[in-house]
């Protein structure tokens, strides 16, 4: 094996943990100098235990040696988004206000790594309470990308992609409530998958938007996207949101589904203020598809120019009410200054909540509040079920929908100081969590400055494992997921 084992797929690890030419501790070991090495000009992590993670390992070891594998990920590194709770563990979500909170739970994906073998490593950097699009604006510091640290990774999951694109995880876990994992993909260079709203259990998620929120893989290659995505799929009666469905093996209908397929150009993706390398590059995904035989048609979205508004109504009025526990008496900051206990609750929000979180907070209040509720939040409802039937008719005639994924690839640290200019960065993926569709971004190319360029896969509802299959054979005819950035 090279010694870059932080850069090698899951897939490939498992093999040579297999054949017995590495352990779980060497590769752990790896994973951890890597990290030493790149996280002071990267800072993905908000933290991480060395000792705990390798103690992990030497327990998969144990399990491998006495023939009790669990599977693909036993003793794979696998780090997580700071709002995904894992027992003992700090439980952040990149903020002041939870700043010295420790889980004392495990959330339903954790305890599915946790069966799968999987070594748990790290506490990932990430947008307060997920809110934002380029992981400025974290308690703790922006993450660098670690294709040009002076840009932004992405967000709200930009420790996870950072991370893995970094080499400081073999794969990694982030939350997407309006692009958090595809935006960040696709800035990052790597695949992340957003699956099915209720594939994937929410339990132990801290929540920013219910009716967004969905957890989902960052991996190197497809194939990696779809066995994490097998581990951490199905039922929970923990969350109430969560669907009873069969869960394929995604691996295994990577090598069935070959297509060729139907796909979907929405016209409404493909206009002002795509920048013009990444339109370039996705048009050349577009003609591969077409060269294998695929059939290209080109739909039409009408209420996309509703989904930002729409959003931005749902996603504040359930974040305001979601952070209503955060009150500094139960649990989490607790002010010093407050006079009486009306007061330590103001103060004790006001210094615990980042700029972002107020803004949409206040935002989300007033859209619910007496006199208002029935002109933003019922109305934003309706839009969204005349968006999602928009995507429920384009698919009668295509099997999936091929669009860009950002509008823009990577950007300065602190040049979108306008939280609008900000807002829009989500133009072509806050859709897919209003129709609760699965989404993936895949890498298609660079920038002339090298940065990279990422196209989505915009799927049917539970239809991930034809999602995963239009997408690798992409991948499989290209190189892009085997460059990595010079650190």
């Given at each position: 094996m090279s010694s870059e084992l932080f850069y090698r797929s899951i897939a490939e690890l498992a093999a040579a943990l297999d054949?017995?030419?590495?352990?779980?501790?060497?590769?752990?070991?790896?994973?951890?100098?890597?990290?030493?090495?790149?996280?002071?000009?990267?800072?993905?992590?908000?933290?991480?235990?060395?000792?705990?993670a390798?103690?992990?390992?030497?327990?998969?070891?144990?399990?491998?040696?006495?023939?009790?594998?669990?599977?693909?990920?036993?003793?794979?590194?696998?780090?997580?988004?700071?709002?995904?709770a894992v027992t003992g563990q700090p439980l952040t979500a990149s903020?002041?206000?939870?700043?010295?909170?420790?889980?004392?739970?495990?959330?339903?994906?954790?305890?599915?790594?946790?069966?799968?073998?999987?070594?748990?490593?790290?506490?990932l950097n990430?947008?307060?309470?997920?809110?934002?699009?380029?992981?400025?604006?974290?308690?703790?510091?922006?993450?660098?990308?670690?294709?040009?640290?002076?840009?932004v990774p992405g967000g709200s999951s930009?420790?996870?992609?950072?991370?893995?694109?970094?080499?400081?995880?073999?794969?990694?876990?982030?939350?997407?409530?309006?692009?958090?994992?595809?935006?960040?993909?696709?800035?990052c260079g790597v695949v992340g998958l957003k699956p099915t709203y209720g594939l994937v259990s929410r339990y132990g998620l801290i929540a920013f938007a219910s009716s967004l929120d969905q957890i989902g893989p960052f991996a190197r290659t497809v194939e990696d996207a779809a066995i994490v995505l097998g581990a951490i799929a199905g039922h929970d009666e923990r969350d109430s949101t969560s669907f009873k469905t069969d869960i394929p093996d995604y691996r295994a209908a990577l090598a069935q589904r070959k297509g060729p397929w139907k796909l979907g150009i929405p016209k409404e993706y493909f206009a002002e203020g795509l920048d013009p390398e990444i339109g370039a590059a996705v048009e050349q995904a577009i003609a591969f598809y077409k060269s294998q035989g695929c059939e290209i048609r080109e739909v039409s979205l009408p209420h996309t120019k509703y989904c930002l508004?729409?959003?931005?109504?749902?996603?504040?009025?359930?974040?305001?009410?979601?952070?209503?526990?955060?009150?500094?008496?139960?649990?989490?900051?607790?002010?010093?200054?407050?006079?009486?206990?009306?007061?330590?609750?103001?103060?004790?929000?006001?210094?615990?909540?980042?700029?972002?979180?107020?803004?949409?907070?206040?935002?989300?209040?007033?859209?619910?509040?007496?006199?208002?509720?029935?002109?933003?939040?019922?109305?934003?409802?309706?839009?969204?079920t005349l968006i999602r039937q928009d995507f429920l008719n384009a698919f009668r005639d295509v099997d999936a929908l091929l669009t860009p994924t950002s509008p823009v690839p990577a950007f300065k640290i602190g040049e979108k100081a306008d939280p609008l200019a900000m807002?829009?960065?989500?133009?072509?993926?806050?859709?897919?969590?209003?129709?609760?569709?699965?989404?993936?971004?895949?890498?298609?190319?660079?920038?002339?400055s090298g940065l990279p360029i990422g196209a989505q896969l915009i799927g049917q509802p539970f239809r991930e494992a034809d999602l995963l299959s239009i997408a690798a054979a992409y991948e499989q005819a290209h190189d892009w997921t085997k460059k990595f950035p010079s650190l």
């Open positions: 054949a017995k030419k590495l352990t779980a501790v060497e590769l752990t070991q790896a994973v951890i100098a890597r990290t030493k090495a790149v996280e002071p000009r990267v800072h993905a992590f908000n933290s991480f235990d060395e000792a705990d390798l103690a992990q390992a030497a327990a998969s070891d144990a399990r491998r040696a006495a023939g009790q594998s669990s599977g693909p990920l036993e003793g794979i590194p696998i780090a997580l988004k700071d709002v995904i903020s002041k206000m939870l700043k010295n909170f420790v889980s004392p739970y495990d959330a339903t994906v954790t305890t599915k790594l946790k069966k799968a073998g999987a070594v748990l490593w790290g506490r990430c947008d307060e309470f997920a809110m934002g699009s380029s992981t400025e604006n974290s308690a703790f510091g922006p993450t660098g990308n670690p294709w040009d640290v002076t840009r930009g420790g996870s992609s950072a991370a893995l694109a970094a080499g400081e995880a073999i794969a990694t876990l982030g939350s997407d409530t309006g692009g958090s994992i595809r935006q960040p993909a696709a800035l508004d729409t959003y931005y109504v749902i996603a504040t009025a359930e974040a305001s009410s979601n952070l209503a526990r955060y009150d500094g008496i139960r649990y989490g900051h607790r002010s010093t200054a407050a006079k009486d206990v009306v007061d330590l609750y103001f103060q004790s929000r006001a210094e615990g909540f980042g700029p972002e979180v107020k803004r949409r907070i206040i935002l989300g209040t007033y859209v619910l509040s007496s006199g208002y509720y029935d002109a933003y939040y019922l109305r934003a409802q309706k839009v969204r807002y829009l960065l989500d133009i072509y993926t806050i859709g897919v969590n209003l129709a609760g569709l699965p989404g993936l971004s895949m890498p298609c190319g660079f920038t002339k």
